[in-house]
């Protein structure tokens, strides 16, 4: 365990060194219980230079998404405001279901840097490697009926859609319904999982696959021609907490305009952002497959798509291909 | 634990005697463990006769939702298929819900004599005593959009009352969205929880609780105004187990007629039998409260409420009371 008040202090001296016996102090422990801390921090992936006399600096903090690390200089006011951390976890979604089901509040995230057995949409699996993504799972508790629910999932793509075109300056398309596409490969997926009664939402589960630093050979070859990075896309590394942090905000401050002012803002933003609309795809759905032209989503967030004898299928559940 | 397959061969014997050898060759166990079996039988309700030379005689079983009491005679094909008993267990919902997530098939249900923490709609819970309901949660798999999950509700509460009008012969109302009225009280709540993605659902699993043998006094005075049970109403006491079974074979009919037709024909049947239709009510929300006139459901399963200045409010949660 990290002593995170022991880490704040070293923050707060912005790169000069604070003397043992004044950590000592303001800790409220012995010096040799310092020593021990700060060998934890390093540990956990902290640069602390110790020097005698001088004391202890902090040279670098790691690029993990540790409680402390996220929360500092993250703005936003709820989402983030509790963020448990794994170095490994089979699944963030999993672990945010129980702690959700045992009462956590809106905005608590799950963050890990591995998972096991990362979940995708439809039952498939998410490749989740160590040191390169974001994994991580928000417990949110809209009270909006449940056919309102699949639009939050489209709000989400957007919000960081948006978010990572800001910080990135990436080009960030969607696909229906919620793959983020940069350089040409998907970067991103958003699993929306919720527990409900037919009348009330008791919590939605966002979890968020964002891969941020990985190269082509970090994908496993199944994967390879489709998976991409943020990295990979912009030729350039990412620091993951501070994304997290960007992304939090979008989703707090899109979140509640959607709670206020519902779908319509961001119908349109989606569809601005959306790749396939326009043209020809291949919907993949439980039902069967379906061509035609997606035209945009519905207020209920289903595709529209324009079949061939110029009728309007509403697509609920599907893999959406473009077609050859 | 009660041996199934004895129960269904002193039951095949149709009162007649079974020879203890023939039940030891048949069974492939000795006469003493026969002899066990049949105590073991005794305890759980059944009434078994012994008669040196003649053998056992099933004289009456119990009116507990055993395994192979439901199933005996059940005419569902896949509703009732499995189920699972318990003498007493803290929510028949909870239970169905660890099973489906462990991979439970569609009709599975989960029953109690007793829940000790039965839960009700909107976080109610539920008064479950002994020896006088149906407590049980079926797993169903519907392959629908999230926004239909709040029709299966309707379609339950459509199904259970006409199949306990059809085999009590009392009148019985709805109470939108899902309380079932017979005798001037409430007989019969219905609790639908789900988990699924935003475009999937994973499982539903539809509570029923049925007041079917508590006489008035069996209620604690705060719900004795309200509940009743179909006893009360009718005058008499109903066999639980076959309740348990007209009640899974109408709602397997009926599931399989909405996944085929759609909500229409139920909405029909459910404003055929709602009580509240055509009178002023006071709807009690999330968003406050709201007085108008019911007059039907929406194809979501809203009610659609008729407000003083005649504009139609669309309810998705709420409790609903007749206006003074």
Same mark, same amino acid.
């Given at each position: 365990?990290?002593?995170?008040?022991? *880490?704040?202090?070293?923050?707060?001296?912005?790169?000069?060194?604070?003397?043992?016996?004044?950590? #000592?102090?303001?800790?409220?422990?012995?010096?040799?219980?310092?020593?021990?801390?700060?060998?934890?921090?390093?540990?956990?992936?902290?640069?602390?230079?110790?020097?005698?006399?001088?004391?202890?600096?902090?040279?670098?903090?790691?690029?993990?998404?540790?409680?402390?690390?996220?929360?500092?200089?993250?703005?936003?006011?709820?989402?983030?405001?509790?963020?448990?951390?794994?170095?490994?976890?089979?699944?963030?979604?999993?672990?945010?279901?129980? %702690?959700?089901?045992?009462?956590?509040?809106?905005?608590?995230?799950?963050?890990?840097?591995?998972?096991?057995?990362? %979940?995708?949409?439809?039952?498939?699996?998410?490749?989740?490697?160590?040191?390169?993504? *974001?994994?991580?799972?928000?417990?949110?508790?809209?009270?909006?009926?449940?056919?309102?629910?699949?639009?939050?999932?489209?709000?989400?793509?957007? #919000?960081?859609?948006?978010?990572?075109?800001?910080?990135?300056?990436?080009?960030?398309?969607?696909?229906?319904?919620?793959?983020?596409?940069?350089?040409?490969?998907?970067?991103?997926? *958003?699993?929306?999982?919720?527990?409900?009664?037919?009348?009330?939402?008791?919590?939605?589960?966002?979890?968020?696959?964002?891969?941020?630093?990985?190269?082509?050979?970090?994908?496993?070859?199944?994967?390879?021609?489709?998976?991409?990075?943020?990295?990979?896309?912009?030729?350039?590394?990412?620091?993951?907490?501070?994304?997290?942090?960007?992304?939090?905000?979008?989703?707090?401050?899109?979140?509640?305009?959607?709670?206020?002012?519902?779908?319509?803002?961001?119908?349109?933003?989606?569809?601005?952002?959306? *790749?396939?609309?326009?043209?020809?795809?291949?919907?993949?759905?439980?039902?069967?497959?379906?061509?035609?032209?997606?035209?945009?989503?519905?207020?209920?967030?289903?595709?529209?798509?324009?079949?061939?004898?110029?009728?309007? %299928?509403?697509?609920?559940?599907?893999?959406?291909?473009?077609?050859?």
């Amino acid at each position: 365990m990290i002593n995170e008040e022991l *880490i704040r202090r070293l923050k707060a001296a912005r790169g000069q060194f604070v003397s043992g016996e004044e950590l #000592s102090r303001v800790l409220g422990v012995s010096r040799t219980a310092i020593w021990k801390h700060v060998e934890e921090l390093r540990q956990a992936g902290y640069r602390v230079e110790a020097v005698r006399k001088a004391g202890y600096r902090l040279v670098a903090a790691p690029d993990r998404l540790y409680p402390v690390e996220v929360q500092d200089g993250l703005k936003a006011t709820r989402f983030g405001r509790e963020v448990v951390y794994f170095d490994a976890i089979a699944s963030t979604q999993i672990e945010a279901h129980r %702690r959700a089901e045992a009462g956590a509040p809106e905005g608590l995230v799950v963050a890990a840097d591995v998972q096991t057995g990362g %979940r995708g949409r439809l039952g498939r699996t998410w490749h989740s490697p160590p040191d390169a993504g *974001i994994w991580m799972s928000l417990v949110l508790r809209p009270e909006v009926p449940l056919a309102r629910v699949p639009q939050l999932t489209l709000v989400a793509a957007v #919000s960081l859609a948006d978010t990572l075109a800001e910080h990135t300056g990436l080009s960030v398309g969607i696909k229906w319904p919620n793959d983020l596409f940069a350089g040409g490969r998907k970067v991103c997926g *958003i699993l929306t999982e919720l527990a409900a009664e037919a009348d009330r939402v008791h919590f939605v589960i966002l979890g968020i696959g964002l891969n941020v630093n990985q190269k082509e050979e970090d994908f496993p070859p199944e994967l390879r021609a489709r998976a991409g990075s943020l990295a990979m896309a912009a030729g350039r590394s990412f620091s993951r907490v501070a994304l997290t942090q960007r992304l939090l905000e979008g989703l707090e401050t899109d979140y509640d305009t959607y709670l206020r002012e519902g779908f319509a803002p961001f119908k349109r933003r989606w569809e601005a952002r959306a *790749i396939s609309l326009g043209r020809r795809v291949v919907a993949r759905t439980p039902g069967g497959e379906f061509v035609g032209v997606a035209r945009g989503i519905d207020d209920d967030g289903a595709l529209l798509l324009e079949q061939g004898n110029g009728t309007i %299928r509403k697509i609920y559940s599907a893999d959406l291909d473009l077609h050859a």
